[in-house]
């Protein structure tokens, strides 16, 4: 099921992750913004529109993947046009009762909508928000990463972790390949995740490490999104449908 638990404990750390890995449905893989990349390229002279554009400083990272499941919460990124800003939210645990603010970027902070997400989906999309499934996993060297997931992929993701959420605790998950769809003219892809070999004790032992180490951080967080939330006296989260 996860192996995090959700009693409080005080926190103060910043998020342990070490990359936030995005699945890119045209090129059939997952990749990560590198930051010492980044800002080697514009020490280089190439402009912040130029990476972006060309996602220049995003490093792929080749299938196939295997990690094991630690927790997973629900998020909104997107691009606010207007602003040319990113948009981003506090990370969730539960969906339908749990409060959510969207913000921008630029100016820094501004609130674009806030409440329980079915009941300002509407807003979120009309000003370029869009859900993502937010899963914290371990990787085979014991690295902490997170994995960012929306659209058809959360589908994907979903019908797998119901099937198999007895059992994931236990042991390694895969994505040997991407799944190729078509929906209307739009064709994507979507990784498939497959359960694999039973950990090992050693191998559990570091999962619950690495899962430790993501509660001490996660513990400080939602404690501090609580008091925010209280103080604005708001709510919130769900999931888009779209494909891509």
């Keep these: 099921m996860a192996r995090i638990s959700h009693q409080s404990?005080?926190?103060?750390s910043s998020n342990p992750a070490t990359k936030f890995l995005e699945w890119r449905s045209n090129d059939k893989e997952f990749d990560y913004f590198d930051k010492a990349?980044?800002?080697?390229?514009?020490?280089?002279?190439?402009?912040?529109?130029?990476?972006?554009?060309?996602?220049?400083?995003?490093?792929p990272v080749p299938l196939p993947l295997k990690f094991v499941f630690i927790q997973q919460y629900h998020t909104v990124k997107g691009w606010?046009?207007?602003?040319?800003?990113?948009?981003?939210?506090?990370?969730?645990?539960?969906?339908?009762?749990?409060?959510?603010?969207?913000?921008?970027?630029?100016p820094k902070g501004t609130i674009l909508a806030t409440g329980i997400y079915k009941d300002i989906k509407?807003?979120?999309?009309?000003?370029?928000?869009?859900y993502h499934k937010s899963i914290y996993?371990?990787?085979?060297?014991?690295e902490l990463v997170n994995?960012?997931?929306k659209g058809a992929a959360v589908r994907e993701w979903g019908d797998f972790f119901n099937l198999k959420k007895f059992q994931i605790d236990d042991s390694w998950v895969?994505?040997?390949?991407?799944?190729?769809?078509?929906?209307?003219?739009i064709n994507y892809s979507t990784p498939k995740f497959v359960l694999g070999?039973?950990?090992?004790?050693?191998?559990?032992?570091?999962?619950d490490s690495a899962a430790a180490v993501l509660k001490q951080h996660l513990d400080g967080y939602f404690k501090k999104e609580v008091k925010a939330e209280y103080a604005a006296d708001v709510e919130a989260v769900e999931t888009d449908s779209l494909p891509f």
């Design 9 to 12: 404990e005080k926190s103060d």
């Design 37 to 59: 990349l980044n800002e080697s390229l514009l020490s280089e002279g190439k402009t912040k529109e130029d990476i972006k554009a060309g996602r220049l400083a995003n490093v």
């Design 80 to 106: 606010h046009s207007q602003h040319k800003s990113k948009i981003y939210s506090n990370e969730v645990f539960y969906i339908g009762n749990d409060p959510i603010t969207v913000r921008a970027h630029k």
């Design 122 to 130: 509407p807003q979120v999309s009309a000003v370029g928000g869009k």
């Design 137 to 142: 996993v371990m990787l085979e060297d014991g």
């Design 147 to 149: 994995i960012s997931l």
């Design 174 to 185: 895969t994505v040997p390949e991407a799944v190729e769809s078509k929906e209307g003219s």
């Design 197 to 207: 070999e039973k950990l090992t004790n050693k191998q559990s032992e570091s999962a």
